[in-house]
């Protein structure tokens, strides 16, 4: 497996927890457990694939501006989910952010496939992709655990 495989995996489920999640309604079970999932997830990715994606694409000259932007709408999605821990899971604002948060999640992953892959893919080793991969996997497991 390569490092755009193993990112793959993970951007796919978020965009179903993401979808999910803006289904729910109120102050459910339901709602708080999408939630839950999509934060964990979120988290996990966004710190496993900083340090072993982003963070090398930096030691390029190419990849540091792809690298930066992706970061800061990492950083936009962690003040999202900041809003919505703060903000009663009953209340209108907190579907109105949830789908803020859901727009940027579909919007980041769909610019990173189609265009941070492609860069990245030029600008690292075979060897590379596959290390970077094994790095992120476990990186991603022992954040989620």
Known sequence: MNIF????ESHDRQRSYAENLIKTSG???????AYKQLKAELQAHETAE????????????????LSRHAIAEHHEMDEMMEELDE????????LAT????????????????????QMAGKLLSEKQKEQLAGEYEKEFNAQLG
């Open 87 to 94: 903000t009663e899971m009953s209340s209108p604002a907190w």
């Open 98 to 117: 949830a789908k803020k948060l859901s727009d940027k999640v579909h919007h980041h992953l769909k610019e990173e496939e189609q265009k941070f892959f």
């Open 27 to 33: 102050d459910t079970p339901e709602r708080a457990e």
């Open 50 to 65: 900083e340090r072993h994606f982003y963070i090398p694409l930096m030691a390029f000259d190419n990849g540091v501006d």
């Open 5 to 8: 495989e193993a990112l793959r």
